[in-house]
Structures are given as C-alpha cells and as structure tokens.
C-alpha cells in the first residue's frame, strides 16, 4: 500500500482541479435562470453530493443551457 506521502503530487491537482470546476459549476447555476432538464434545486444537490467530479460533469452534460 503507497503512502500518502508518495500520492500528495498526484492528489494536490486533482482536488484543485476538482474545487475550480464545482466553484464554475456553482457560479453558472447561480447566474443562469434555465436548465436543459431539472431546477436550479436538482443541479444544487447533484452538484454538491456528487461533489468528486461526477456531480459537475453531470450538469455540465445534461443541466448546461446552451448559449
């Protein structure tokens, strides 16, 4: 079994990675009134529960109005 030691370089952009794309995700369901499906309630908690990554793409695949 690795030590944490040894997975902080891959880890440290991933949990980056995954903080920016939740605080655009959140910032764009707070801003826009439409969804392709769903209420901005439904993408909130999707978002927020499915915070590691999954919950994001989701919106951004199926919840994202297109401009």
Do not use: N
Not at 5 to 16: A, D, G, M, N, T
């Amino acid at each position: 079994m690795p030590d944490v030691k040894e997975l902080l370089p891959i880890l440290i952009p991933l949990i980056i990675v995954q903080f920016i794309l939740l605080g655009y995700v959140m910032h764009h369901i707070f801003t826009h009134k439409t969804y392709k499906r769903g209420s901005r309630a439904l993408w909130v908690v999707v978002c927020i529960i499915g915070m590691e990554f999954i919950g994001p793409v989701i919106y951004l695949l199926l919840g994202k109005e297109d401009a």
